[in-house]
């Protein structure tokens, strides 16, 4: 059996200790938890939260971290006082050679001028573990927002700093909006002159060490001036454990046709997908990447 970190196990124990006394000091079962995360959009399993609350397991992932920040809510304790015992997982993976993923490769000089006018390395030590990102489409069919949730990891040294960049191919387009939820400031943002590449460059609330995590959440608008996007997606340049995409449709604009394209460096897949009765479809990865997952779609016959 492997040897276990101390200091992981002492967080661990601290989290699932802290969680138990406060759900015996509010009175509330397990079941109550569940049903309430699931009414505010954070469901969990009951037997996870069995697990973090034994300490068999700890919440990994965006949604997990979501989900302590509401139990923080429901327990009625100070904010942070369950997410500061988590504790940062040691383990960086697999990360593989970091790589654009494709559509960064087919703008890689200009991704690389907006990268040194961020103050970034053109590649960042700074790794995507597991990212959400939720796109909501408008009445007229077209992108309106895309929300990001991502768990980053320092993969080398310490981070302060991480860039991150909205990419148009072959379209130049005016700068989306750019607003950071959570985890962090928009420290500096640079358009690229071709109009293809727009980015910033996002201060941490707190350095970032060796394997150490941290959670940030950004928010895309896009103007009225901005060309309609009936397209949307998710880039990593190294492995990530997950990627996950969420489109989410109006109501009376259902698309005749959506792809799901994925691009690595081993090619390009695209596969139908259908919405069956739905008003959203979903992609995932897991142990995926360098690469691209795109959600495409459309209201006529494809060509």
């Excluded at 559509?103 to 970034?120: H, M, N, P, W, Y």
């Amino acid at each position: 059996m492997p040897a276990q970190d101390p200091a992981t196990n002492g967080s661990r124990a601290d989290f699932s200790a802290t969680l138990r006394a406060a759900i015996d000091a509010r009175e509330v079962t397990l079941t109550w938890l569940r049903e309430r995360l699931a009414a505010n959009g954070n469901p969990v399993s009951g037997a996870t939260l069995s697990y973090w609350r034994s300490g068999a397991r700890r919440p990994e992932g965006p949604q997990s971290l979501a989900a302590v920040e509401q139990l923080e809510s429901l327990l009625r304790l100070e904010t942070g006082a369950l997410l500061s015992l988590i504790g940062p997982t040691q383990r960086v993976g697999p990360l593989g050679t970091p790589q654009y993923p494709l559509e960064q490769a087919r703008l890689e000089k200009a991704v690389a001028e907006t990268f040194i006018a961020l103050g970034s390395p053109v590649m960042d030590p700074g790794r995507d573990v597991s990212t959400h990102a939720v796109t909501e489409v408008g009445a007229d069919g077209f992108v309106i927002s895309r929300t990001t949730r991502t768990i980053l990891q320092s993969t080398s040294g310490t981070i302060t700093h991480v860039p991150y960049l909205d990419l148009t191919p072959d379209q130049p387009v005016p700068a989306p909006t750019f607003t950071m939820l959570s985890g962090g400031r928009i420290a500096r943002r640079h358009s690229h002159p071709t109009g293809q590449v727009h980015g910033v460059m996002i201060e941490l609330e707190r350095p970032l060490g060796p394997a150490q995590t941290t959670m940030i959440e950004w928010k895309l608008e896009f103007p009225p001036e901005y060309p309609g996007m009936r397209e949307t997606g998710h880039g990593v340049a190294r492995n990530a454990r997950d990627v996950l995409l969420w489109t989410r449709f109006h109501p009376d604009a259902l698309p005749a046709w959506i792809e799901a394209v994925e691009e690595t460096p081993d090619g390009t897949e695209v596969a139908d997908q259908y919405l069956d009765g739905a008003t959203a479809i979903h992609e995932v990865r897991r142990n995926w990447g360098p690469g691209m997952l795109l959600h495409r779609w459309g209201y006529d016959d494809r060509d």
